[in-house]
């Protein structure tokens, strides 16, 4: 079975500063990979999406991931945070069509 | 615009009752999905459809049970209240016969069982 390790639990940063939120991926074949955000009291939104077409993958509101295979990773990474990203964020796999999720990453940006 | 809409959003009930969640989407999405959120667990699958009369069991299906009757509905239902079963519920589909595609999530029932 497929599984993704989301290695922070909570992640702090200045506004401005890069956001960087890692996930490790188990797969025993090339995976479908997907960032999730979450704002307060909200429902879902997909940031992103890896679909083995090209390993370094942009998303909404200047986010993206770069699927590394040898390191099993899809980190998820932003060049300068905004306060408005504050909001967890969920590493997801796809697995036989259904989605497995990680734990988590709560993002604080700090004024 | 197509959309997955779940009620009640909210919902106090008390143990031992029986509770049904709705989840609705009009994406005519074969998949469908329960999932429920718990600090610290992410969300955890309960129940899955891949088409009308479908029905499997996810990673925490016990005391829970869905239907599908038609493509545009998978509604859960909690047999027995327990208090363990208060959490925030989510609903999500997505395209069926492409692994690589998104799933599209309602914006979450939260059941207190009190």
């Known amino acids: 079975a497929q599984s993704v390790t989301q290695l922070d639990s909570h992640v702090s940063v200045s506004e401005g500063t890069p956001v960087l939120l890692r996930c490790n991926y188990s797969?025993?074949?090339?995976?479908?990979l997907f960032w999730y955000v979450q704002h307060p009291n909200k429902g879902l939104q997909l940031l992103l999406k890896y679909t083995s077409a090209a390993t370094l993958v942009k998303g909404i509101n200047g986010f993206e991931a770069e699927f590394k295979k040898s390191e099993t990773s899809f980190h998820l990474t932003k060049p300068s945070a905004h306060m408005s990203d504050a909001a967890e964020y969920f590493c997801v796999v796809s697995d036989d069509y259904k989605y497995i999720f990680g734990t988590g990453t709560r993002l604080k940006v700090l004024a | 615009d197509a959309e997955i809409t779940q009620s009640p959003r909210h919902k106090i009930t008390e143990t031992g009752r029986q509770v049904t969640l709705a989840c609705h989407q009009t994406w005519n999405h074969n998949n469908m999905f329960w999932y429920r959120q718990d600090l610290g667990h992410g969300l955890r699958l309960i129940h899955y459809s891949y088409g009308v009369h479908d029905t499997n069991k996810g990673e925490v299906s016990d005391g829970y049970s869905v239907s599908r009757s038609n493509t545009e509905d998978l509604p859960l239902t909690l047999e027995s209240a327990a208090s363990s079963q208060t959490s925030v519920y989510f609903c999500?589909?997505?395209?069926?016969?492409?692994?690589?595609?998104?799933?599209?999530f309602g914006q979450g029932t939260r059941l207190t069982v009190v």
């Open positions: 999500a589909s997505s395209e069926s016969g492409r692994g690589n595609t998104e799933a599209f």
């Open positions: 797969s025993s074949y090339s995976p479908s």
